[in-house]
């Protein structure tokens, strides 16, 4: 049996942001037979229906790259009580042409990271409607709404705390079950 193949969504186009911090770290935390690799959405131009059927270069890679996952990971933060723009537009530029949408059928996973108090909760709602209309199967639970303090990645970029390490580690051991279970 191959390895399941996925591929990792930050809704955050900073270098810094701990919402890629977390996806690096999830990652790390996937078993050996689940191969995840990060895919950006920093260098995609803002979608535009008059250039869906000739798409450039970083378009075409950023599809080919999903459509060559089995599954994708989405790490988001919530930017005015909704998903980031960049990421809104990666969903659009994914699902366009009509009828050519690379994120159909695929298992997909939400979770994401704030300073503040909810974490990303009304942003993982407003994406799990997206994915719902882009037909993606959607893992329901465990949720994950990641409260961020300082002390929380150590100097390497792990999970320093043991229970949000344990707690990210079933997360983590939960998604990676859907994929196997849904491709």
């Avoid at 390895?3 to 809704?11: E, K, L, S």
């Avoid at 999903?66 to 930017?79: K, M, S």
């Avoid at 942003?123 to 893992?139: C, D, E, F, K, T």
Wanted: glycine residues 8%; hydrophobic residues 45%.
């Amino acid at each position: 049996m191959r390895n399941a193949q996925v591929a990792v969504v930050v809704g955050s186009l900073r270098r810094e942001s701990i919402n890629r911090k977390l996806a690096v770290a999830l990652s790390a935390l996937a078993p050996d037979d689940v191969q995840c690799t990060l895919v950006s959405i920093a260098g995609l131009p803002m979608y535009n229906q008059d250039e869906e059927n000739i798409p450039n270069t970083a378009v075409q890679a950023f599809r080919d790259a999903i459509a060559g996952a089995d599954a994708v990971l989405f790490v988001t933060p919530e930017f005015n009580r909704s998903i980031p723009g960049a990421l809104k537009n990666a969903l659009d530029v994914g699902s366009r042409p009509y009828g050519k949408s690379v994120w159909a059928g695929r298992a997909a996973g939400v979770i994401g990271a704030s300073p503040g108090g909810i974490g990303t909760a009304v942003a993982q709602q407003h994406l799990r409607n997206i994915l719902a209309h882009l037909n993606m199967r959607i893992m329901g639970q465990p949720e994950g709404f990641i409260q961020v303090r300082e002390g929380f990645f150590d100097e390497q970029g792990n999970i320093a705390n043991p229970d949000s390490k344990a707690f990210l580690q079933r997360w983590m051991d939960s998604y990676t079950s859907f994929v196997k279970t849904s491709n």
